[in-house]
T-cell receptor, first 110, second 114 residues
């Protein structure tokens, strides 16, 4: 079993739909990082959070430390949101390291 | 600021050839990382460096060596490339401040070993 599980693995939505991507983890963590990987391959940071909720534009990320679960929401989705969304957990076992989920491939249709 | 830069962007090697992937960051970050990304798998840590002069193995270090030349640069060397090393390689860095361990990624190097 992977230490970081994302669901769904693939998601197709119509433009304007509300999208939720989930991330569950099994280790104790210091923080959780949501990343976006564009079709061209570049990886950019969306959010880093250790509690509660963060919002940036149409993106909202939440985390529940007790339940070891985080969600990434996209409101009013747009074709330009099409990308792979990656969840990464930062854990501190002597040193700081990330464990990555396998990603959720999102395609938003016009 | 250029952020994290990697060279080359693409490379094709024959089995047994060697090469070095270069990575540099201009954000004065302490920690630097090398990952590989393969289809259906999450990014996997090859090596990391918590500070200049120190390096440690990650999850998949076999077949690789690294060098933290200075605070800015962290190179990854394949001494004798194998087809199993065909992958996309990403370099990343973090600030390591108590308030932020956010990772910044380079654009990636797509390596094919034939």
């Amino acid at each position: 079993k992977n230490e970081v599980e994302q669901s769904p693995q693939n998601l197709t939505a119509q433009e304007g739909e509300f999208i939720t991507i989930n991330c569950s983890y099994s280790v104790g963590i210091s923080a959780l990082h949501w990343l976006q990987q564009h079709p061209g391959g570049g990886i950019v940071s969306l959010f880093m959070l250790s509690s509660g909720k963060k919002k940036h534009g149409r993106l909202i990320a939440t985390i529940n430390i007790q339940e070891k679960h985080s969600s990434l929401h996209i409101t009013a989705s747009h074709p330009r949101d099409s990308a792979v969304y990656i969840c990464a957990v930062l854990f501190t076992s002597g040193t700081y390291k990330y464990i990555f989920g396998t990603g959720t491939r999102l395609k938003v249709l016009a | 600021n250029a952020g994290v830069t990697q060279t080359p962007k693409f490379q094709v090697l024959k089995t047994g050839q060697s090469m070095t992937l270069q990575c540099a960051q201009d954000m004065n970050h302490n920690s630097m990382y090398w990952y590989r990304q393969d289809p259906g798998m999450g990014l996997r840590l090859i090596y990391y460096s918590a500070s200049e002069g120190t390096t440690d193995k990650g999850e998949v270090p076999n077949g690789y060596n690294v060098s933290r030349l200075n605070k800015r640069e962290f190179s990854l060397r394949l001494e004798s490339a194998a087809p199993s090393q065909t992958s996309v390689y990403f370099c990343a860095s973090t600030r390591d401040s108590p308030s932020s361990y956010e990772q910044y990624f380079g654009p990636g190097t797509r390596l094919t070993v034939t």
